[in-house]
T-cell receptor, first 110, second 113 residues
């Protein structure tokens, strides 16, 4: 069975400080991993995909298969980064069913 | 504009009164899915569909039905809603089973009294 764990429900940082959101997963096979973001009163939006190795809005995430982790990082948080962040996983062995973690609410203080 | 459209945005209903939440996508996506979002639980998948007439249960299917008669539409049906189905519901679609990410609708806030 696939599972995504986000150990932090709430994360508060000051503007300009680094922020790291943790995500661990369990999956038998090669997973596809994602970070989604939900700003206040808005729909979920795709932030990052691990296969594209891109940096979006200053965020990066590295897949560590040994530690089964896909942590999201940003070196200098901005107030507009305040949102709910979800780590998600899908894969061939589960018909590409997309499973989400419980989410982390990030608050960036001025 | 490529989008997933859900209706209604807000719905208050009474226990036992059948309701349908509609979902439509204009991107010719094969994969569609329904999620419910609850505080502290994140998003949990209710049902998903890999193509027309192909649907399967997600993690929390009890009390829900779906149908996929056309590629663009994937309605969520609550035959006899109960208060524990009060939640925020999202529909999502993808062209490649999620490899390129899902596009989400704006959500439907359902309250069952």
């Amino acid at each position: 069975a696939q599972r995504v764990t986000q150990p932090e429900k709430l994360l508060s940082v000051f503007k300009g400080a680094p922020v790291e959101l943790k995500c661990n997963y369990s999956y038998s096979g090669s997973p596809e991993l994602f970070w989604y973001v939900q700003y206040s009163r808005q729909r979920l939006q795709l932030l990052l995909r691990h296969i594209s190795r891109e940096s979006i809005k200053g965020f990066t995430a590295d897949l560590n298969k040994g530690e089964t982790s896909f942590h999201l990082k940003k070196p200098f948080a901005q107030e507009e980064d305040s949102a709910m962040y979800y780590c998600a996983l899908s894969g061939l062995s589960n018909d590409y069913k997309l499973s989400f973690g419980a989410g982390t609410t990030v608050t960036v203080r001025a | 504009e490529a989008q997933v459209t859900q209706n209604p945005r807000y719905l208050i209903t009474v226990t036992g009164k059948k309701l349908t939440v509609t979902c439509s996508q204009n991107m010719n996506h094969e994969y569609m899915s329904w999620y419910r979002q609850d505080p502290g639980l994140g998003l949990r998948q209710i049902y998903y569909s890999m193509n027309v007439e192909v649907t399967d249960k997600g993690d929390v299917p009890e009390g829900y039905k779906v149908s996929r008669k056309e590629k663009r539409n994937f309605p969520l049906i609550l035959e006899s809603p109960s208060p524990n189905q009060t939640s925020l519901y999202f529909c999502a679609s993808s062209d490649t089973g999620g490899v390129n990410g899902y596009t989400f609708g704006s959500g439907t806030r359902l309250t069952v009294v």
